[in-house]
Structure formats: structure tokens, C-alpha cells
């Protein structure tokens, strides 16, 4: 079964591949939702929250912890909605920097994954090239 999203555009920002079979890369992608990650910018100390969601009848994205077995259900294609939110974290309070947004589709091709990239909208600072590094991250 197949999990797309119709609007999702034909020409794509990056396009790159995960040396996973695909069942790992959904779980991959799955276990990023609701965590974060920290970093150091500089002097700031940096906060990246991570919000995930999946196509549901071709027309709307939902939460991926919504949807039960998806890595067992889903077995050609999926297209997900990754939302990655900054936080500049101060000893006195966390203040939101900004919210960046990506569409992207993992498809099967047997050993490995073809993952394609877009942004949605043009908020935030990061690119398709700052998600590459964040999902390969996370499938290692």
C-alpha cells in the first residue's frame, strides 16, 4: 500500500538515497516524532523539536503516532510532513526562533530508499540539505 499526498510537487529540492530498506527508513523517520535534538550556535544553545506526519487519503497529513503498524502497512511509497521547530534556550526562558517545513517522499527500490525533498513555504533558515544530514543522522 501506498501513502502519498497529491500535491506533492513534481520537481523536488534534493533528491538523495538512504542505504536502509524501507521498512527501516519508515521506522527511522517514526522514531524522530516528538524528540529533539540540541546544538550549539555560536554562544546560543539551540533546541530543534521535530513534529512528523503522513499522508492519509491522499489529501491530508496526520500524526504518525495516529496511525498504527505503518511500517508494516505501507510497503511501496509514503510521503511524510516533517516539522522542525527552533528554540533558542536562555537560562531564563526559551524563546522560538522559527518553523521549518518539509515534504518528503520515501520510495522503495529494494536495498536502499529514493528519498525526495521539497520545503514547504519559505520559513526558516534551513534547507533539503540540513534534513539529508538530520534523517541519514537518524538512520544510522
Known amino acids: 500500500m501506498r501513502r502519498i499526498y497529491h500535491r506533492f510537487p513534481q520537481s523536488c529540492d534534493l533528491n538523495f538515497d538512504i542505504d536502509r ?21 555560536g554562544e546560543d544553545l539551540v533546541k530543534l523539536s521535530f513534529l512528523v506526519d503522513v499522508a492519509e487519503k ?4 496526520v500524526p504518525v503516532d495516529y496511525v498504527s503498524d505503518l511500517a508494516q502497512t505501507v510497503t511501496e511509497s509514503a510521503d511524510f510532513r516533517i516539522t522542525l521547530h527552533e528554540t533558542l534556550l536562555t537560562p531564563q526562558k526559551s524563546i522560538p526562533v522559527s518553523e521549518n517545513r518539509f515534504l518528503i517522499r520515501i520510495s522503495d527500490a529494494g536495498v536502499r530508499c529514493d528519498c525526495y525533498a521539497v520545503k514547504d513555504g519559505r520559513q526558516g533558515q534551513m534547507d533539503a540539505m540540513d534534513l539529508k544530514v538530520l534523517l541519514k543522522g537518524a538512520c544510522e
Open 58 to 61: 491522499k489529501t491530508q497529513f
Open 21 to 41: 530498506s524501507f521498512a527501516d527508513v519508515m521506522h527511522c523517520i517514526q522514531r524522530l516524532h516528538r524528540s529533539h535534538t540540541t546544538s550549539r550556535r
